[in-house]
């Protein structure tokens, strides 16, 4: 069994910050590719930024130059930087990760359960 436990969210000040972590736990071999996806209410869900297992990072338009997405190798946990929040980065945000599972070595895609950031004054 593989678990994605988040956190971070909350309630932040336009202009502020926060960071968001995302640790994968379970009877795990490896982890491909990290992700973070959002979805705000009405709709569909987003890409906001991956990285790989090489470190290759990759953002959505709407967040390159704000937000940094990072990884702990040792620790199975990847992290989203978020800076200079907007109103419109209000969303549920997702971990997503590619796990490799024991014993078999199959991969599998796997998500978190969600944690709300609310971008208000």
């Known amino acids: 069994q593989v678990q994605l436990v988040e956190s971070g969210g909350g309630l932040v000040q336009p202009g502020g910050s926060l960071r968001l972590s995302c640790a994968a736990s379970g009877s795990i071999a490896g982890i491909n590719a990290m992700a973070w996806y959002r979805q705000a209410p009405g709709k569909e869900r987003e890409l906001v930024a991956s990285?790989?297992?090489?470190?290759?990072?990759n953002y959505a338009n709407s967040v390159k130059g704000r937000f940094t997405i990072s990884r702990d190798y040792s620790k199975n946990t990847v992290y989203l930087h978020m800076n200079s929040l907007k109103p419109e980065d209000t969303a549920v945000y997702y971990c997503n990760a590619e796990i490799y599972i024991m014993p078999s070595m199959r991969s599998d895609d796997y998500w978190g359960q969600g944690t709300q950031v609310t971008v208000s004054s």
């Open positions: 990285i790989t297992s090489f470190g290759s990072t």
